[in-house]
T-cell receptor, first 113, second 116 residues
Framework: ETGVTQTPRHLVMGMTNKKSLKCEQH?????MYWYKQSAKKPLELMFV???????ENNSVPSRFSPECPNSSHLFLHLHTLQPEDSALYLC????????????FGQGTRLTVV | AQSVAQPEDQVNVAEGNPLTVKCTYS??????LFWYVQYPNRGLQFLLK??????LVKGSYGFEAEFNKSQTSFHLKKPSALVSDSALYFC??????????????FGKGTSLLVTP
């Protein structure tokens, strides 16, 4: 148990569906992240939020839309995804300084059919 | 630009033998360096970090890593491997002087297989 909880753990969705991934942390951190992990590829940083403000968006397609309503919660809204978006999506949190690294959730395994 | 390289896709070790998982980095200045482990269908778990100080860093589950500035390396080591150490290991770096945010950049991962 890392203190970062992601739901759901598994998600299967069609290309026309709309779904959301949820991440919650109770570590008192004020920076949160979404990463994408695909087979045989390095972890890809998608979004960074610091103090509820998006500070980084690494050229992620608009079919992925993040939301950070407060420092404890982070969402990733999904819309009209493609099969190549199937991956493990990892949420992480850290102190804003980042010097202690990040704590990760267990991930959501997303399959787009 | 900062980057992390893990030159080995897979490392095979017999149980009881020492193990090394390699990592090199390229960061201007003094990096923050991390190792994470990932078991199947799980998220990443923090193992250890180097921020400053002693070049030999001790972490969880008997792992340690040595920061070598001249070789820009941060290899993960364990004196005696266990079968339960079999997992995917990620090296990560953060440049504290970077303006690009606070996030870590990860290597592609090294799969460690410890055989009985």
């Amino acid at each position: 148990e890392t203190g970062v909880t992601q739901t759901p753990r598994h998600l299967v969705m069609g290309m026309t569906n709309k779904k959301s991934l949820k991440c919650e942390q109770h570590l008192g951190h004020n920076a949160m992240y979404w990463y994408k992990q695909s087979a045989k590829k390095p972890l890809e940083l998608m979004f960074v939020y610091s103090l509820e403000e998006r500070v980084e968006n690494n050229s992620v397609p608009s079919r992925f839309s993040p939301e950070c309503p407060n420092s404890s919660h982070l969402f990733l809204h999904l819309h009209t995804l493609q099969p190549e978006d199937s991956a493990l999506y990892l949420c992480a949190s850290s102190t804003s300084a980042g010097s202690f690294g990040a704590f990760f959730g267990q991930g959501t395994r997303l399959t787009v059919v | 630009a900062q980057s992390v390289a893990q030159p080995e896709d897979q490392v095979n070790v017999a149980e009881g033998n020492p193990l090394t998982v390699k990592c090199t980095y390229s960061v201007s200045g003094n990096p923050y360096l991390f190792w994470y482990v990932q078991y199947p269908n799980r998220g990443l778990q923090f193992l250890l970090k180097y921020i400053t100080g002693d070049n030999l860093v001790k972490g969880s589950y008997g792992f340690e890593a040595e920061f070598n500035k001249s070789q820009t390396s941060f290899h993960l080591k364990k004196p005696s491997a266990l079968v339960s150490d079999s997992a995917l290991y990620f090296c990560a770096v953060r440049d504290p002087n970077s303006n690009s945010g606070y996030a870590l950049n990860f290597g592609k991962g090294t799969s460690l297989l410890v055989t009985p």
